[in-house]
């Protein structure tokens, strides 16, 4: 007996395990299926469904889109704004540059007709300096002629006097003594012809 109570005992210990397990675990309906596709919450389910989608529906229609929507709206706005500014910078750079161009023509126009009339004015004074030049040149020169021409003049009145002397000297010398007209007379005569 003693045998059997001990196999007697086990067996109370492993039905009370049992007793006690399904005491804890719950009542899964008896059948052990997974609880959201037990049909016997179907019902409840499907309500809890239709009241969790209408909260989110009116959360998202309500208070998310319209803030998502008014985000999107002021991004756009600073988009096109940013475009609208990028645009008018764009066409002031571009009146910039055309200024700019404007400018440095103009600029490069002046610096052309400043080196036109500097050149004009340095040929001008050279111009004048080199008549002054030559106008001096020609006085000196006319000077110089008419000097010359005085010199010459000079010399040739004195040639008939300078030759008299000279044929007067040769003949003293060759002859001896002779009148100094009668050899002024023969000089003028062969030098007149």
Avoid: C
């Amino acid at each position: 007996m003693a045998g059997t109570t001990t196999t007697s005992q086990d067996t109370d210990a492993a039905t009370d395990t049992h007793a006690s397990t399904e005491a804890h675990g719950g009542d899964h309906g008896g059948t052990g299926v997974f609880p959201p596709f037990d049909p016997a919450t179907f019902g409840s389910q499907l309500l809890w469904l239709a009241l969790s989608f209408a909260a989110l529906y009116l959360l998202m229609s309500k208070i998310a889109l319209p803030r998502i929507g008014e985000i999107l709206e002021v991004r756009r706005d600073r988009i096109e704004g940013d475009l609208a500014e990028a645009e008018r910078l764009r066409q002031k750079t571009d009146q910039a540059i055309e200024a700019y161009e404007a400018d440095l023509a103009l600029a490069k126009k002046k610096a052309h007709t400043i080196a036109e009339e500097t050149r004009e004015s340095i040929r001008k004074d050279l111009d004048a300096k080199r008549n002054d030049v030559e106008t001096d040149l020609a006085k000196k020169m006319a000077t110089a002629e008419s000097r010359i021409q005085t010199t010459k003049t000079e010399a040739l009145g004195h040639v008939d006097e300078i030759a008299s002397d000279t044929a007067h000297a040769l003949v003293t010398n060759i002859l001896g003594r002779t009148a100094q007209k009668a050899t002024k007379d023969a000089v003028a005569k062969v030098v007149k012809g």
